[in-house]
């Protein structure tokens, strides 16, 4: 584990931990606030991200920035980060090995920020954060407590783009997130 940013992107820039390595164009590493109380959890980069090396920067992540812009919270102010730093072929969810490859990287993040609430996007981030046992329709907009943070599992913006109907929840969810944020702060 490093200590500071610059170990930890160093540390990645040759990444070839795992295949996903082959194909990349840009790591994405993280974006935001490095110091934020509020971390959001993705599960990879899209085409859009792998070209940009930022996450959300694509359809899903435009979305997410109309929620946050309704929210009045400032997409800088927070710190944004996936499971894999490397785009997966056609947008797939992360197989096993890649993701464990992966997970120091993000564990490490964690460290770094110290996010007193982390929002895991989808159940991709659910599953390799929290447990296996999790299941995102059943976790969704359900506080969930370890190691003295704050874990909110929502649904992954790329699946609103899918389903309509899920707009409302991940709306609901994000303002539990903003309302539990202000109460920590005091």
Known sequence: MYDNWEELKQSIVNCNKCKLCKNRTNIVFG???????????????????????????????KLMNMAFE????????????????????????????????????????????KPKIIVLLGSVALK??????????ASRGTWI?????LYMPTWHPAALLRDDNKKIDFWCDLKKIIEKRNELEG
């Open 31 to 61: 974006t935001g606030n490095e110091q934020s109380d509020l971390m959001f959890i993705g599960e990879g980069p899209g085409a859009d991200e792998d070209k940009e090396g930022i996450p959300f920067v694509g359809r899903a992540g």
């Open 70 to 113: 309704g929210l009045a919270l400032d997409r800088n102010s927070v710190y944004i980060a996936n499971i894999v730093k490397c785009r997966p072929p056609a947008n797939r969810n992360p197989e096993d090995d890649e993701a464990q490859a992966c997970l120091d990287y993000l564990r490490n993040q964690v460290l770094l920020v």
């Open 128 to 137: 390799n954060i929290l447990g296996k046992e999790y299941g995102i329709t």
């Open 145 to 149: 407590e370890k190691k003295g943070i």
